[in-house]
C-alpha cells in the first residue's frame, strides 16, 4: 500500500523581540528543507501584500493607534494572511513556520495593553476561522537581554520597539502563562543559550510533528 501523505503542520515561534524568532525560523526551515521536508516561512504582520500594507502602519513611529485599533488590525492582518497563505499551504501538506501568531496578540495587546486574553482571542478565533497551531516554540529571554539585541539589530526601532521596558516584562509574564496553560502545544526554550542549543532544542520540540 502506498504511504499516507502527513497532514499540513503550522509550527509558529513566538517571543519578545530579540528573543531570536526570525533567526531561528530560517535555521529551522534549512534544517528541514535537507531533510526533505516542504518547509515555508511566513512572518507576520505581514507574509502577503495586504497584510506587509498592515504591517507598515502598526509598525510605523509615526503612527498613533489606540489599543482596539492596534489589536483589530493585527487581526485583520492575520485573517489575509491565514486565507491566503496559511489555508492553502496546510492544505497542500506543507510545514508552515509562523514567525508570531494569535500568542503574539494575547501578549501584546491582551496583556501588555490591558485588552484582556480572552477578548483579544476572540477576536482572532474570527479572523482565522479558529486555526491554532500544532506546536508554538516559545523563545524565553530576558527582557533586558531581549532589548539590547533588538536594539543592536536596528537601533531606529520601530512604534511597539519604542515602548518601555515595563511594557515587554508584561508580556514576557504573559508568554510564560500561555505556556503555562498550555504545555502540550507550547513548549518553553532558553534563548539566552548559545543559538545551536536553542536550534537543537527547537528541532526536538518539534520532532514528534514530523
Not at 499540513?8 to 530560517?26: F, H, P, V
Not at 479558529?130 to 516554540?137: A, F, K, N, S
Not at 520597539?161 to 508580556?171: A, T
Request: net charge positive; no cysteine.
Amino acid at each position: 500500500m502506498p504511504t499516507a501523505m502527513p497532514p499540513g503542520r503550522l509550527i509558529t515561534i513566538e517571543g519578545i523581540d530579540g528573543a531570536g524568532k526570525t533567526t531561528l525560523a530560517q535555521a529551522l526551515a534549512s534544517q528541514l528543507n535537507h531533510r526533505g521536508v516542504d518547509v515555508r516561512v511566513l512572518r507576520e504582520p505581514g507574509g502577503v501584500a495586504a497584510a506587509e500594507r498592515i504591517r507598515e502602519v502598526v509598525k510605523d513611529p509615526a503612527t498613533r493607534l489606540g489599543p482596539r485599533a492596534e489589536a483589530l488590525l493585527y487581526a485583520a492582518a492575520r485573517a489575509q494572511l491565514v486565507e491566503e497563505a496559511v489555508d492553502p499551504l496546510l492544505r497542500a501538506r506543507a510545514v508552515v513556520l509562523l514567525d508570531r501568531f494569535v500568542d503574539s496578540s494575547l501578549a501584546y495587546q491582551g496583556a501588555a495593553r490591558g485588552l484582556g486574553v480572552e477578548a483579544v482571542r476572540a477576536i482572532n478565533e474570527f479572523g482565522t476561522h479558529g486555526l491554532v497551531p500544532d506546536r508554538t516554540l516559545l523563545l524565553d529571554v530576558d527582557v533586558r537581554v531581549g532589548r539590547s539585541r533588538a536594539r543592536h539589530r536596528d537601533p531606529t526601532r520601530d512604534r511597539l520597539e519604542r515602548e518601555r521596558d515595563e511594557f515587554f516584562s508584561v508580556v514576557a509574564a504573559a508568554y510564560l502563562e500561555l505556556w503555562r496553560r498550555d504545555p502540550r502545544r507550547v513548549r518553553r526554550i532558553d534563548a539566552s543559550r548559545p543559538f545551536h542549543t536553542v536550534l537543537a532544542a527547537a528541532l526536538e520540540e518539534i520532532a514528534d510533528l514530523l
